[in-house]
């Protein structure tokens, strides 16, 4: 599977942002959809976790009700809406699918390129 993030961009805190990640392939919804982040200096962090039918996500405690994922998979797409923006946000945010649920960003195969956010106090 290909995947393509798009929608980071520059925001001031406490605003909001919406990052898609479109898929190719017929099997979208086989596939877990993770969502992590990177800012620099730093190692790859969980953000969240969708399974294949959407029926279920997790989070990662630092975003947990100010962040949602949700995915389309009739448009083999799962997007990452993030409200309540903090400066530690900030961030390159990657789209990654996997066979199953897991936080650990090294058992993830494929991945999205990086959509910067930046959040500015």
């Known amino acids: 599977v290909q995947l393509q993030a798009s929608g980071g961009g520059l925001v001031q805190a406490g605003g909001s942002l919406r990052l898609s990640c479109a898929a190719s392939g017929r099997t979208f919804s086989r596939y877990v959809m993770g969502w992590f982040r990177q800012a620099p200096g730093n190692e790859r962090e969980f953000v969240g976790v969708?399974?294949?039918?959407?029926?279920?996500?997790y989070y990662a405690d630092s975003v947990k009700g100010r962040f949602t994922i949700a995915r389309d998979n009739a448009k083999n797409a799962v997007y990452l809406q993030m409200n309540s923006l903090k400066p530690e946000d900030t961030a390159a945010y990657y789209c990654a699918a996997h066979w199953s649920i897991t936080s650990d960003y090294r058992s993830y195969s494929y991945w999205g390129q990086g959509t910067l956010v930046t959040v500015s106090s």
């Open positions: 969708i399974s294949g039918s959407g029926g279920s996500t």
